[in-house]
């Protein structure tokens, strides 16, 4: 977000004003959420808030900013199916995700998939994409393994996958036990033999702290990754260079959530001629187009969601490669159920089916 900031700042600001950038550190502590959303609305009076990485944390603050009418902008991967007319979601949805990775998965690694995740909402609702896909690309799901939070060994987990039998395993586990079950997974010597793919893995930056020989052939699906190849690309690396230094962390999809969600709010006031919330919302909702380092993405009005291009990659020596591309994927509407002209007041999630 501060490179986004700064670029906006040194072609002139918006609307003949600098921006400026506020923020506030949630510590992982749920609750300190919705005081910082309160705090942004009637102390600070800002006109955008990004941010709340985690679902939980989403959840936390949307009330907020909905009932003080402040424009949210997420910018995290999710399940999808959040349809808010004060929220705007700039990064992937579930099915611009998982459908792309698992048509590719059932095309290349075969027809039997095992779903091991942690248990909570995002990776149950992601688990559904997998019989989605599975029933639509003749595939079979051999089973839906979850796991609590707490988690970290997986011993009798990878029996389980090596009696099923499956051509790769889809890896939805997050955080400590993630990281457990690659060096685990690894140390039964199960990372040749069976492949694994992922929506969450590398969020965290986990391929540099994981060994390459815990990792190596791991196949993600995200919109942005570090060592995409094109001049946008290189301008927006240099960028992140100038403002955080040659040693700056890896750049993920999660970190590029930050930057395109502040650029296109800053293309929608633009557009507005306008901070208000009404005005910019309606220029979001009009589909704005804008090419970043990813390519080019368009916000959709009636879901609230982006059509962007997702890149299937694989990790050698923490290095991904590109294997695939889906072009301008749009987000699901759940058969028309997500519109926020013909629904303004929904807040709820849909689910797919």
């Not at 400590?176 to 685990?184: E, I, L, N, T, V």
Request: glycine share 10%; net charge neutral.
């Amino acid at each position: 977000m501060k490179v986004a900031v700064e670029e906006i700042n040194a072609a002139g600001g918006l609307l003949g004003k600098k921006v400026e950038l506020k923020v506030y550190d949630g510590q992982s502590d749920i609750n300190k959420y919705p005081q910082y959303a309160q705090k942004a609305a009637l102390t600070d009076r800002v006109v955008m808030v990004q941010g709340a990485l985690s679902g939980a944390a989403r959840e936390a603050t949307r009330p907020v900013l909905r009932k003080y009418k402040i424009p949210f902008i997420y910018g995290s991967f999710y399940e999808g199916g959040l349809c808010e007319k004060n929220t705007f979601c700039v990064n992937t949805g579930g099915n611009q995700q998982v459908v792309p990775l698992l048509e590719w998965t059932f095309k290349n690694l075969g027809k039997k998939l095992y779903y091991i995740a942690s248990d909570y909402n995002a990776p149950r609702n992601f688990g559904i994409w997998n019989h989605v896909m599975a029933k639509r690309e003749g595939g079979q799901v051999l089973a839906d393994d979850y796991y609590p939070l707490d988690v970290t060994d997986f011993t009798a987990a990878i029996t389980k996958i090596q009696a099923a039998k499956p051509d790769v395993v889809h890896s939805c586990l997050v955080g400590g036990p993630a990281m457990s079950f690659y060096r685990q997974w690894a140390a039964a010597g199960m990372l040749k033999k069976i492949p694994i793919i992922s929506i969450v893995f590398a969020a965290g930056n986990e391929h540099e702290v994981l060994a390459p020989e815990e990792t190596d052939g791991t196949i993600v699906a995200y919109n942005y990754f570090q060592e995409l190849d094109t001049p946008k690309n290189k301008e927006f690396l240099a960028k992140v260079e100038a403002v955080a230094g040659k040693n700056h962390p890896y750049i993920n999809g999660e970190v590029f959530g930050g930057y395109s969600g502040v650029m296109l709010w800053a293309e929608a006031v633009k557009l507005a001629g306008s901070f208000e919330r009404e005005a910019v919302l309606a220029a979001l909702e009009s589909g704005i187009r804008w090419e970043g380092p990813a390519g080019v993405m368009t916000t959709n009005g009636p879901s609230h969601n982006t059509t962007q291009d997702v890149h299937i990659i694989k990790v050698e020596n923490r290095v991904w490669s590109l294997i695939d591309k889906k072009e301008q994927i749009p987000p699901d509407t759940y058969g028309g159920k997500c519109n926020v002209f013909t629904n303004p007041n929904q807040t709820d999630f849909l689910m797919p089916n």
